[in-house]
C-alpha cells in the first residue's frame, strides 16, 4: 500500500506541482485548498505526511497545525512558504513541525524530506501499537494475577490446579529459593518441567549486574515496606542465549513462613523491539545529520575554489619572475594539492546524489573512497593503505551510491577492526575473473570469530559498543549493527556474491565476485 499524502494549498498550480513530484516519488496524493475541506479528509483517510501552506484563507497555516496537533494528531508536518518573516519560521519550530521549506525549494530536498517524514509516521505508529499493547497486556497480567492470588486464598489445591494451567510463569519463593513453581516458569528458564528448577537460587537465574537491584526489592517485599512490585531483568535461560523477562512479586505466606510470590513473564520480542526502535530512530538521526553536513561540505569546497584559484595565479606569476623560490615552488604544490581535494569531494558528492543506473568505473570509486578516507587524521596517519588496481577490468552497471555506500560500510569495519593494533594494513584490489571482477578489502585487525562470523550480516548484529553506550574509551569505533546488513541487500540485488575469510588475531578479509552486466538495468 502507498504512503498516503495530503496536500494543503490556496493556489491549484502549487497543489499540482506538489502532487506531481510526490506521485514521481511513488506517493497516493489528495490535496484541497483550505483548512476546512483537510479536516474533513483527515477524519475520511489515514495520511502518513501533510504538507502545508502555512498561508491558507480563514484559518492560517499555522492555526490548523496547531489544532490537529491539540485535537492528538501526530501525523508528521511539513510547512511550506513564500513568506520570508522570521515569526512565521518561529511559531513553526515552536509547533514542532517535521521541516520547513521556503519556496522556491528543490524537487529532491522535498522528497527526501517526505521520505524521512513518513519513516517517521511508521515510528510512531509502530511506538503507539506497542504502548498500547503493552498497557493491555499489563492489565490482563494485574486481573489475572489478582484472580489467582483470590483463589490461592480459597484452596492451595484449586491453586495449584489453576496456576498449572497459566499462561504466566508463577514461582513461590521462601529463603531465596524456588519452593514452588509451575511448568510455565521453568519453561521460560529452558527447564522441561517445573521438578527441574526446583530448590534453585531465584537470583541465579538473574544475570550478575542486576542481582543486587532484584535482592534489594525481594528485601522490601519480605519486610513489608513496599506491598508489591514490578522489575524488568535480563536473565539466563538454559542452553539459549539470555532473555528479558518481566516480574511481578508480592509478600505472601508460605508453610507458616514469608515468603514471595513471583510471576513471569517473558518480553524478550518486546525489548528487542524497542532496541530496534531505538537503533532506526538513530539511523534516521544520522542520516539526516549526514546529508546536511554533505550538502554544507559541497558548498563550502565550492566556495573555496576561487580564492585557492587566485592564490594560485598569483603564484605562478610570482614563479615566472622567480623560478628558483622554494617558497613559490611549495605554495604552488600546496595549492594542487588543495584543489585534488575539493575535486574528489565535489566528485563524490555528484556521484552520491545520482541515483540513477550508469556505467561505474569501480577503480576510479575506490580511490575516490580511499582519498575521501584521507581528510579523516586517524586514516590518514594510521592506516598503511595499499591499492592493487588492476587497469583491464571493464565498467559495471549500476547506481554508483549502492557501489560506494556497500564498499565504504566493509572498508570501514576494516578500519575499525585495527583499533587497538599497532600494524595497521589495509590492502584493496581488482583484478578481472572471467564474466565477474573481483574486489579483495583485507585488513591486519583482529579477525572474525567463527561463531560470530555467521551473525555478521544479521540486522542489529555487532560486536562493537552502541552509539548512546557508556564506555572508557570514548574514541573506540561504535556500531549500530545495520552497516553490514544494508550491504548485504545491496549485494544480492547485484547478485554479487560475498566470501569472508578471517584468521582470529591477524586479520580479515572480504572477496566480493561482482558479475558484469552492462547496461541491465534492475528492479529496485
Known sequence: MKPNILIIDD?????????????????????????????ELINKYTFSVLIIDIILPKQSGLEFIKEIQDSG?????????????????????????FDYFLKPFENKHLLQAIKNAHTQFILNRE????????????????????????QLELSEQKYRQLIEQSIVGVAIISD?????????????????????????????????????????????????????????????????????VQAWLSSIEYNSNPALLV????????????????????????????????????????????????????????????????????????????????HTIITKG?????????????????????????????FKHYIDCTLDLDDSIPSLYGIYSDYSQSISVIIQNSIDAMYKFEKRELFVQTKKNKSSVKLVIKDS????????????????????????????????????????????KIFK???IQVEVNSNVGSGAEFILSIPVKKHKKREK
Open 350 to 378: 555528484k556521484y552520491e546524489l545520482n541515483y540513477e543506473e550508469d556505467e561505474i568505473d569501480l577503480n576510479s570509486l575506490l580511490k575516490t573512497e580511499i582519498e575521501f578516507l584521507k581528510a579523516n587524521l586517524y
Open 263 to 342: 510471576v513471569i513473564t517473558d518480553i524478550t520480542e518486546q525489548h528487542l523491539a524497542q532496541q530496534r526502535e531505538k537503533k532506526y530512530a538513530l539511523e534516521l538521526l544520522k542520516e539526516n545529520k549526514m546529508a546536511s553536513i554533505g550538502q554544507l561540505t559541497a558548498g563550502i569546497t565550492h566556495n573555496l575554489n576561487t580564492p585557492i584559484s587566485i592564490i594560485q595565479g598569483n603564484a605562478e606569476l610570482l614563479q615566472y619572475k622567480n623560478p628558483n623560490s622554494n617558497e613559490v615552488n611549495m605554495i604552488l604544490k600546496q595549492t594542487s594539492r588543495m584543489n585534488e581535494l575539493i
Open 445 to 488: 585487525g583482529v579477525g572474525i570469530e567463527r561463531d560470530v562470523l555467521e551473525q555478521i550480516f544479521e540486522p542489529f548484529f555487532t560486536t562493537k559498543p552502541a552509539p548512546d553506550e557508556k564506555i572508557q574509551d570514548d574514541k573506540a569505533p561504535r556500531g549500530t549493527g545495520l552497516g553490514l546488513s544494508m550491504a548485504d
Open 11 to 39: 493556489e491549484k498550480t502549487i497543489r499540482d506541482y506538489l502532487s506531481n513530484i510526490c506521485i514521481d516519488g511513488s506517493y497516493s496524493v489528495q490535496n484541497c485548498s483550505n483548512a476546512e475541506e483537510a479536516k
Open 493 to 495: 540485488k547485484y547478485d
Open 176 to 244: 531465596g529459593l524456588v519452593v514452588y513453581n509451575n511448568n510455565k516458569f521453568a519453561t521460560i528458564f529452558g527447564f522441561s518441567n517445573s521438578s527441574g528448577i526446583d530448590s534453585t537460587r531465584f537470583i541465579d537465574l538473574v544475570l550478575k549486574h542486576k542481582q543486587k537491584a532484584l535482592q534489594t526489592l525481594m528485601q522490601a517485599c519480605l519486610s513489608q515496606q513496599r506491598d508489591n512490585t514490578t522489575i524488568q531483568f535480563p536473565a539466563h535461560k538454559k542452553k539459549s542465549k539470555e532473555i528479558y
Open 127 to 150: 511506538r503507539s501499537i506497542l504502548e498500547k499493547n503493552k498497557d493491555e497486556y499489563r492489565q490482563k497480567l494485574e486481573q489475572e494475577v489478582k484472580e489467582k492470588v483470590q
Open 73 to 97: 494528531n501526530n501525523t508528521p508536518v511539513i510547512a511550506i512558504t513564500g513568506s520570508r518573516e522570521l515569526e512565521h519560521a518561529q511559531e513553526a519550530v515552536r509547533l514542532n513541525v
